[in-house]
């Protein structure tokens, strides 16, 4: 029964169990009847403190009914406020019903000049009806609206409340405090007439109509400075990206002006960016004095992309540079109104904020809310209220603010600043504003808006709104505003005059702090590998301890046998793939590397073979045997992810930017997965250094392998990431050995330099009874781009080349035919292609009448064209002719395999035929 249920009939017996439950604190009391007890506590005073059971008549007073119907009316404005503010700059905000009007809430005009306890439920104390809506309506439905009341946690409501009735969440700043407001508020207003009338024509992504932006990342850092924040890592999209470099992060005029005159950068090899996506990093000091780290992420177009990557990069500072202090780094997402209600891979950040693999401590999301998408109206672009409504997933309060109402922005945003330092939560700030030009400045808004850009053609931007604010309030004089514009003007045309004279424009070198030593790459760094074997008494050593569990604590049977298993295969020096990549793990973290691996189901791994984290038998008691293997080691830190690749990629890719000594992996469960998450592999991964002189070495282990699973268990789409292979940008491999595997994963961290790896990992390899090493194959050597399979040179007439599993099955018909004739060489490492080591092979088999490659994936896909392309370009000592390649692999088709097991056996059938009958 609800509250009005229990007042109309009058059913006291009810409400008196409900009220002593909640007088002693009982949990089972809902959190909405808790804030009705408090205001009947208060309202119950009116009944000279008589107990509630003296009101056994049957009936409540008229009277005491009001001040609940009063209480009633306070809980409206602070659930619905936010729909009745005076938030939009340029528009009527839309009509919602009900409306905050006394009627609906049982309460008539009669009632204004009525005294009701319930003024204290607001801190005013008693007060007449009318105070008591008036300070309501400036509380929550002026500037600022808040929407905070659907938060569970009673201690996150009543703190926003709090906060809000101070002073009637109206804001308040001295003099000096206006004064600066205005300056950044000029500095941003300036700064974007001065670009648009000095580069007419060129593209910007202006901040025109929403320059309060400028003030509100500023008070942001101002305030988080005083609660202790280092530092701040901005990920955003392009609109104003120019105006925080300058204004916020302090770049230079001059070298933002010489971007704009079109110079080429002074690094003859970097092809760079254009100005609105590159990224930068400062050292700035607030106006207490306090140094504050800002970090802006490079982004693409792809709106929303960034966030992820730049929420790895705080939680890598949290993890190694704070120690895990969620209050000292801070990241800042920057959103547009039509990308954060369109773009799924915020839902996807906003499930990572609370996740123990993920969390950053929360998030400060500002949207700038132009109210429109290119030129899709804001009522074409989401089913819900606001664009912010994906924030309420999680519980995040969500603060919408005029844009125009600098002062109100301030205000709002130090509280949710506060609100992020106590509660390590995600915050939203809705910045209702408004775009002055087109998408860019080229285009033509009034095409597709006609009556918003009148209204906008006519509107005083928010510097002429404050300025007049505080010129009729006497705290500037008429020429206070003038003078500060002119002279900002005159700094910005010294700084223009110098960029004309500028060679050529700079990029910042991303080489120090925790990348000094790291070196760029050289061609002739990928003509081999560097040895990266491990003392073979240490491997043993980690071996043992990595197969063993603590004594008296009670595992799963089949763990202790997995575990058994492992230690027995120390002992016979025969390692499969699980233990190979264990090994590897084990002596990098033996070594001082520590290790992020995440990714779907990646602690047990998808196939059951990894078992990197081992839970008790009858609790959820977990256990890390890679973090048991000696005292002061490295650490892993493994995570099963949520199931989601665009988002959970972009995080640890970003991860991997901050700190090269951390070999950060990302796993799919299935490698078909991966396109999921293509925007961050075509965005970021693959030419982030190209663009940005950005190094990753991200490792993406994809598993992949025909065994008739069907279309979407098969291939983890080699072609797709060898079309991107350009510049000795990524690496690209399909191991066939756990050694090979184990030392591709040393080499990630052993080399001076740092490069994306993708692994095609097996599936069907992991226990295949052929695909072993031994523990020597491990601890000597290093990866091997060819494997040549030893066949005698004088019978081989064919050589088949392939990659992959496939060799296996290969071998094993081989075996059965007792065929001498071909010799199949497999090519482990696709990209950067190993030219000099398969050219030695090509020599040694000179004799041989065909060279083909083979493949499982059909013509059109797998690494057919990538290879084929490499050797029509090789050129083998003594000869004039490239070497010529046939093909043997499934037909072209549309889908990547059949989903019938008995067509996948015929076409492996077919495969096998065509090889052994050439």
């Known amino acids: 029964m609800d509250k009005n249920s229990y007042l109309s009939n009058g059913d006291l017996a009810a409400f008196e169990e409900l009220y002593e439950n909640y007088k002693a604190n009982n949990d089972s009391v809902p959190f909405g009847w808790k804030k009705f007890f408090e205001g009947f506590e208060l309202a119950r005073n009116n009944f000279e403190d008589s107990p509630i059971s003296s009101l056994s008549s049957g009936e409540i007073p008229s009277s005491f009914q009001k001040e609940f119907k009063v209480i009633n009316l306070i809980n409206g404005y602070r659930t619905r406020g936010h729909l009745f503010t005076k938030t939009n700059p340029v528009r009527e905000r839309r009509q919602y019903k009900p409306n905050l009007e006394i009627e609906n809430f049982g309460l008539d005009k ?107 990342i500023d008070t942001v850092i101002e305030k988080g400075a005083d609660l202790g924040v280092e530092e701040f890592i901005v990920g955003m999209p392009h609109r104003g990206r120019l105006n925080i470099l300058a204004n916020v992060f302090g770049k230079s005029y001059q070298d933002i002006f010489t971007e704009f005159e079109g110079k080429g950068f002074e690094d003859a090899v970097f092809e760079g960016d254009v100005k609105y996506h590159i990224g930068y990093s400062s050292d700035i000091t607030t106006a207490k004095g306090k140094k504050i780290h800002l970090s802006l992420a490079a982004n693409p177009s792809h709106l929303e ?68 998408g290119f030129t899709t109206n804001y009522i074409d672009g989401r089913s819900s209220t606001y664009c912010t409504d994906v924030g309420k997933v999680t519980l995040c309060p969500v603060f919408h603010i005029n844009g125009d109402d600098v002062e109100a922005i301030a205000h709002g945003v130090q509280i949710a600043m506060e609100y992020r330092q106590t509660f390590n939560k995600d915050v939203f700030i809705d910045l209702l504003c408004y775009r002055k030009y087109g998408h860019n400045e080229g285009d033509e808004p009034r095409f597709t808006q006609p009556l918003l850009y009148k209204i906008i053609a006519s509107h005083p931007n928010p510097k002429e709104i404050y300025s007049k604010k505080l010129l009729e309030s006497g705290l500037i004089d008429p020429g206070f505003s003038k003078k500060m514009e002119s002279d900002f003007r005159e700094l910005l045309q010294s700084k223009l005059d110098l960029a004309k004279e500028t060679k050529k424009a700079k990029m910042t070198s991303f080489l120090e702090g925790n990348w000094k030593g790291i070196q760029v790459a050289k061609k002739t760094d990928f003509e081999g590998s560097p040895e990266t074997g491990i003392d073979k008494k240490t491997l043993v050593e980690i071996g043992n301890k990595i197969s063993s569990t603590p004594p008296g604590k009670k595992f799963f049977n089949k763990i202790e046998k997995v575990m058994k298993d492992r230690a027995q295969m120390i002992k016979d020096n025969k390692v499969d793939w699980a233990m190979g990549e264990l090994l590897a793990y084990g002596s990098l973290l ?58 959970v990629l972009g995080f640890d890719y970003g991860y991997s930017l ?147 599993k496939i060799f296996y099955e290969m071998a094993e018909e081989r075996e059965k035919r007792k065929v001498e004739n071909i010799a199949f060489i497999r090519i482990e490492q696709l990209y950067p292609f190993p030219e000099k080591q398969i050219l030695a092979l090509v020599e040694k088999y000179k004799k041989a009448k065909r060279f083909i490659w083979l493949q499982e994936e059909p013509e059109n896909m797998g690494a057919w064209t990538h290879v084929m392309k490499k050797f029509n370009s090789m050129v083998p ?42």
């Not at 580069?199 to 025109?208: I, N």
């Not at 003594?878 to 093909?887: V, W």
């Open 877 to 918: 000592l003594g000869n004039s002719k490239t070497i010529p390649l046939e093909l043997i692999s499934r037909p072209a088709s549309s889908a990547v395999a059949t989903g019938s097991h008995e067509r996948h056996d015929l076409q492996v059938e077919d495969i096998i035929k065509k090889v052994f009958t050439i």
């Open 305 to 372: 992309a960034v966030a992820p990557v730049a929420e790895g990069m705080v939680r890598a500072k949290i993890d190694y540079k704070y120690k895990n202090n969620l209050n000292k780094i801070v990241p800042i997402i920057l959103h547009g109104d039509a990308a954060v209600a369109g773009q799924g891979v915020v839902y996807e950040l906003i499930q990572m904020a609370q996740l123990e693999g993920y969390k950053t401590g929360g998030t400060i999301h500002i949207v700038v809310n132009n109210q429109i």
């Open 110 to 216: 009669s009632d204004l000049e009525t005294t009701f306890q319930a003024g204290a439920e607001i801190g005013i104390g008693p007060a007449k009806l009318g105070q008591i809506i008036s300070h309501l309506k400036q509380v929550y439905c002026q500037s600022i609206g808040v929407e905070f009341m659907y938060i569970r946690n009673p201690e996150e409501v009543k703190w926003i409340i709090n906060k809000l009735h101070v002073n009637n969440n109206t804001p308040v700043f001295s003099v000096d405090q206006k004064k600066n407001i205005l300056k950044k508020l000029n500095e941003a207003v300036v700064f974007e007439n001065f670009l648009h009338t000095k580069f007419v024509g060129q593209k910007r992504f202006s901040l025109e109509g929403a320059e309060t932006l400028i003030p509100a």
């Open 590 to 647: 033996w070594e001082g590397h520590p290790i992020r691996f995440s990714g779907q189901d990646v602690e047990r791994g998808t196939f059951s073979h990894r078992h990197a984290v081992i839970k008790l038998e009858d609790s959820e008691e977990e256990y890390i045997p890679l973090n048991n293997i000696k005292e002061g080691q490295e650490e892993l830190k493994i995570y099963n992810s949520l199931l989601s690749e665009y988002a």
């Open 658 to 804: 901050t700190n090269p000594k951390v070999l950060s992996i990302w796993e799919a469960q299935f490698g078909d997965f991966v396109n999921a998450a293509q925007i961050i592999i075509d965005q970021f991964l693959c030419c982030a250094e190209e663009k940005w002189k950005r190094m990753s070495g991200i490792v993406l282990l994809l598993p992949h392998g025909y065994e008739g699973q069907g279309a979407e268990h098969s291939s983890a789409r080699p072609e797709r990431f060898l079309q991107l292979c350009a510049e000795n940008n990524m690496q690209v491999v399909n191991c066939t050995t756990p050694a090979n595997f184990f030392h591709v994963l040393r080499r990630q961290i052993k080399r001076e330099f740092r490069k994306p790896l993708i692994v095609f990992s097996p599936k069907k390899l992991l226990r295949f009874p052929a695909c072993v090493s031994n523990l020597d194959e491990l601890s000597n050597g290093k990866f091997r781009e060819v494997y040549d399979d030893g066949s005698t040179v004088k019978k081989v007439d064919t050589v088949v080349f392939c990659t992959g």
